[in-house]
């Protein structure tokens, strides 16, 4: 494992991520009572119904931590080294800063917290899915399984905050549990809408250049090409139809290149819900 001059830039991005996720638990999650998804609301459920039941005050930070163990052991071992090391510090730095800060309502307004609250933690996650690191707990799982079977997965990572939320409504308030849920969605989806990596576009390619586009292409990224031959109907000059399927935030990188060697080059790209077959997925480092 080796590190790089571009993991200094994925450092800083991970002490961001950690600090705006800290900053939506202190002045958001924290003003509401509210419960974010995943290992942070599991954390705050138990640090909270420690407090109720027994009296013990138990850190956000540590329980934080704990909970953190086995996925960190399952994703070291299964998806990246480097990415579990950047994630580990992301966590962590978490555990920290929400240690330090102190909580510092911005409103009381429940809707406005849970609405932007949601947006920032979900978009502290963005950060650190988008620097090639995430924030562990169920993102770590969420990568895991999205790893092998190449489908997004964070719509059941909500499901099972889902049956996090009822209980909070059991044993607390069921008012902080709908405000939860909005909280979670308003997060789900910035991460959704950030987050490219398991996003797949498909791109058709019509160019009079199919060789030179093609090795354009294949020096950008590695998938592959199917090639076919065609004619303009309007001008009845012969071109070739380029067929793909690329992950999405490769795709700004391939036009580019296309149009590079083919400014005349005609491009489609279609949203892919799902492939079947051989598809080469770039593995996290």
């Not at 308030?173 to 950030?194: G, H, K, N, P, R």
Request: hydrophobic share 50%; net charge positive; aromatic share 14%.
């Amino acid at each position: 494992m080796k590190f790089e001059k571009k993991d200094i830039k994925t450092l800083f991005l991970i002490i961001l991520s950690a600090f705006c996720y800290s900053i939506a638990m202190k002045a958001f999650v924290d003003a509401g009572n509210l419960y974010p998804g995943g290992f942070a609301g599991l954390s705050t459920l138990i640090s909270r119904l420690s407090m109720k039941f027994a009296g013990v005050s138990l850190p956000f930070g540590v329980i934080y931590l704990v909970l953190n163990a086995f996925p960190t052991l399952l994703v070291f071992r299964y998806v990246g080294k480097k990415f579990t090391i950047f994630s580990v510090l992301q966590y962590s730095l978490t555990s920290i800063f929400t240690g330090i800060l102190p909580s510092f309502p911005l409103t009381s307004d429940l809707l406005l917290i849970a609405v932007f609250g949601g947006i920032i933690g979900g978009s502290a996650i963005a950060i650190a899915l988008r620097a090639g690191a995430s924030s562990g707990g169920t993102d770590f799982l969420a990568i895991f399984f999205a790893n092998k079977y190449n489908v997004p997965t964070w719509n059941y990572v909500m499901a099972a905050n889902a049956v996090m939320l009822v209980t909070v409504g059991i044993l607390f308030s069921w008012e902080q549990a709908l405000y939860s849920i909005i909280y979670q969605f308003c997060s789900t989806q910035v991460v959704s809408m950030l987050h490219l990596r398991y996003k797949l576009d498909t791109l058709f390619i019509v160019t009079k250049m199919p060789d030179e586009v093609s090795d354009a292409i294949l020096h950008t990224c590695r998938h592959g090409i199917t090639r076919m031959k065609g004619e303009g109907v309007y001008t009845h000059s012969e071109v070739s139809l380029l067929f793909m399927t690329v992950n999405a935030y490769q795709v700004d990188g391939i036009i580019a290149s296309i149009r590079k060697i083919d400014p005349h080059a005609f491009i489609t790209i279609n949203k892919t819900e799902k492939i079947v077959g051989n598809y080469y997925q770039v593995p996290l480092e």
